[in-house]
């Protein structure tokens, strides 16, 4: 049974720093694009990041461009969300997502159960 477990959320001060970790299990995890995406109180879901199966492409939201990095190891199938200059409209669950088809209509077929991150003023 494929399983995606995120770790890395929390409590973190405006202005700081967080990495988010992704790690797969049952999955040919190199055959997947990653996706981070985010949810938060009373929101829809809402797309952050992606990174192609081999890692040489990425595609970020224009919320999160600049300051977020989307990252992955295939060695360790393991994608991560490196999050930087965080804001409090940053506060959300985020969640992992592994797809596969075209670059811009990824279907994304195996979801983790997220991790809160929030971030203080």
């Known amino acids: 049974q494929v399983q995606l477990v995120e770790s890395g959320g929390g409590l973190v001060q405006a202005g700081g720093s967080q990495r988010l970790s992704c790690a797969a299990s049952?999955?040919?995890?190199?055959?997947?694009?990653m996706g981070w995406f985010r949810q938060a109180p009373g929101k829809e879901r809402q797309f952050v990041a992606r990174?192609?199966?081999?890692?040489?492409?990425?595609y970020y939201a224009t919320s999160v461009k600049g300051r977020f990095t989307i990252s992955r190891d295939n060695a360790k199938n393991t994608a991560y969300l490196q999050m930087n200059s965080l804001k409090p409209e940053d506060t959300a669950v985020y969640y992992c997502?592994?797809?596969?088809?075209?670059?811009?209509?990824?279907?994304?077929?195996?979801w983790g159960q997220g991790t809160q991150v929030t971030v203080s003023s």
């Open positions: 997502a592994a797809g596969l088809g075209y670059w811009y209509s990824i279907n994304y077929d195996y």
């Open positions: 049952e999955l040919t995890f190199s055959r997947y694009t």
């Open positions: 990174i192609s199966w081999s890692g040489t492409t990425t």
